[in-house]
C-alpha cells in the first residue's frame, strides 16, 4: 500500500530501495513493536519523500552558479601559484549536502602529509553516516528543534572521528544501490520523514527502537558502518586505523569566525543552521581572519573554509570569486557582462559591511571548501587557491581562486590546526 502510493503520485523512485526500509521496518516491528505504528511512520516517511527538498538546496546552487561564467575569463585572469600545499585528488560529492565532510576529510588528508604520512583517501560518506545518527538523536532529543538535512560542519567530521574512528574511501564508499555518485535525495526525505513521525510520539511514550528504525534506512541506502576490515594486509577497526594510520589529534584543531554581537577572543556558538551541535568557533577581528589563514598557509598547514558561494561574483565555472566595487545591482549590463574577464578593482570589506550581509541572511552558510595556498593574478593581487569537491568541470580543474576580500566578506567560519596560530594569536585566544 505505501509503495502504491509513491508510485500512484507518480515519484520516480527505487522500488527496491523503498521495499528494501519497509522490510527492515517490519522486522523490527515483529520484534518488539506494534506493527501498526511502525507502518504508519514508514508511511510518513516514504510521503515525506514526494515533497522533502533537503539535498535538492545544494543542486539548485550549483545550477544557478553556472550563470556565473564567461567564456573568456580563463584567458584574462593569470593566476600564478606563490604557496601550494600539498593535497590529494579532486573528489564529486555529487548529489549530496556533503561538502562538509569532503572538504574536512581532504583537509584531514592534507595534514597527514604534513606530518609525514602517507595519505589514505579516508571515507567521506563514513563521516557523514554517523554524524546523520548523531544528528537524529539530536534532532529528537530537541523535539524537532533542530534543522534536518545532510548538511554539517567540519566539528561535525572531528567529532565523528573521536567517536567513531575513521575507514579508508574503498572499505565504506556509501555508494550502496547501484549509483557512481552520491544521490542523498531520497534517503534524506525519509529520514526526515521517521524523525518527524518519532517526535510527534505516537505511543505517547517513545520506545527505545525508533533508534534502530532510522538507522536501518542509513544503512538501507548507504551500506552498514564496518566494525572490521582489512586494509594493506592488516586488520584494523575504525578506532585502529584512525590512531595507527591517520593519525590525527581533533583536540588539536579549532574553527574560527568573526561576529560583532560577541567579545572578541573568546567562544561564540555559531548561529547558523548546519550547527546542529551548538559547537562552539572563536571570535576574532575580520583582518585577522585572512592574517591567521596567511600565517597558516605560509607554514604548510591548509584550511577548512566554510562560507557563501551564492553572490554573482562567485563563479564556480570560472573559478574566480572577489568583492566588485560596485553592488550588483548598481552596475549596468556591460559590467555584469565583464565581471569575470580579468582582474577589477575591488571593495575593501569592513567588519560592518560583513555582519550586515551576515544578520539580513545575504551571508549563509552554504559551501564548505578546502583552502590549500595563495596565488597572485598578474597585477599581483593575492588570492586563495581552494579546492572544491564538484569534481573536475571548471575552467581549473576543480580548484578555485578566492580574493582575500572575498574571504573577509563571506566566511562563516574555518578550521585550523592551533599550531598555525601565531604566539600572540594563542595568547589572545588563550591557548
Not at 89 to 94: E, R
Not at 129 to 144: F, H, L, S, T
Not at 298 to 319: I, L, M
Not at 382 to 393: A, C, D, L, P
Amino acid at each position: 500500500m505505501v509503495l502504491m502510493v509513491v508510485m500512484g503520485k507518480g515519484f520516480s523512485t527505487s522500488f527496491k530501495v523503498i521495499s528494501d526500509v519497509f522490510f527492515i521496518f517490519t522486522t523490527i516491528t515483529t520484534i518488539t513493536m506494534n506493527k501498526k505504528t511502525i507502518q504508519s511512520w514508514v508511511l510518513t516517511a516514504v510521503l515525506s519523500v514526494i515533497t522533502a527538498s533537503t539535498t535538492v538546496a545544494q543542486d539548485n546552487l550549483v545550477n544557478a552558479l553556472k550563470l556565473n561564467a564567461s567564456d573568456k575569463s580563463k584567458e584574462l585572469f593569470q593566476f600564478k601559484p606563490v604557496v601550494d600545499i600539498e593535497n590529494t585528488s579532486i573528489k564529486n560529492q555529487g548529489s549530496s549536502g556533503t561538502c562538509w565532510s569532503y572538504s574536512a576529510n581532504s583537509f584531514i588528508e592534507s595534514e597527514m602529509m604534513r606530518m609525514g604520512k602517507r595519505p589514505v583517501e579516508l571515507s567521506q560518506i563514513y563521516s557523514a553516516r554517523n554524524a546523520y545518527i548523531e544528528k537524529g538523536k539530536m534532532y529528537v532529543r530537541m523535539q524537532g528543534a533542530v534543522t534536518l538535512g545532510d548538511g554539517g560542519a567540519f566539528h561535525d567530521v572531528m567529532n565523528m572521528y573521536r567517536m567513531y574512528g575513521a575507514v579508508p574511501q574503498e572499505v565504506y564508499t556509501g555508494l550502496n544501490y547501484g549509483t557512481k555518485k552520491n544521490q542523498f535525495g531520497e534517503m534524506a526525505a525519509i529520514q526526515e520523514g521517521v524523525l518527524k513521525a518519532v517526535v510527534s510520539n505516537p505511543n505517547g511514550k517513545l520506545t527505545p527502537n525508533w533508534q534502530k528504525a532510522y538507522t536501518a534506512v542509513i544503512d538501507a541506502y548507504l551500506g552498514e558502518a564496518p566494525t572490521k576490515f582489512k586494509w594493506e594486509g592488516k586488520e584494523y577497526t575504525p578506532q585502529t586505523f584512525a590512531s595507527e594510520v591517520v593519525g590525527i589529534n581533533p583536540e588539536d584543531y579549532i574553527e574560527i569566525g568573526s561576529d560583532m554581537n560577541y567579545p572578541y577572543y573568546d567562544k561564540f556558538v555559531l548561529l547558523v543552521p548546519d550547527n546542529w551541535a551548538f559547537d562552539q568557533v572563536y571570535n576574532v577581528h575580520v583582518n585577522e581572519m585572512t592574517d591567521i589563514i596567511d600565517l597558516a598557509i605560509n607554514n604548510g598547514f591548509t584550511v577548512a573554509w566554510g562560507g557563501d558561494v551564492s553572490e554573482k561574483y562567485f563563479s564556480w565555472k570560472n573559478g574566480v570569486a572577489y568583492v566588485p566595487e560596485k553592488d550588483w545591482d548598481d552596475m549596468n549590463e556591460e559590467e555584469r557582462k565583464e565581471i569575470f574577464n580579468g582582474p577589477k578593482p575591488e571593495r575593501t570589506v569592513t567588519a560592518e559591511m560583513r555582519q550586515e550581509a551576515f544578520d539580513n541572511y545575504s551571508t549563509t552558510d552554504d559551501h564548505g571548501m578546502h583552502i590549500v595556498g595563495i596565488a597572485k593574478d598578474q597585477q599581483g593581487r593575492e588570492f586563495y587557491i581552494v579546492k572544491n569537491s564538484w569534481g573536475v568541470s571548471n575552467d581549473h580543474q576543480g580548484y578555485m581562486y578566492m580574493s582575500k576580500e572575498y574571504v573577509k566578506y563571506k566566511t562563516t567560519d574555518f578550521m585550523v590546526h592551533k599550531d598555525a596560530l601565531s604566539k600572540d594569536m594563542k595568547k589572545k585566544l588563550k591557548i
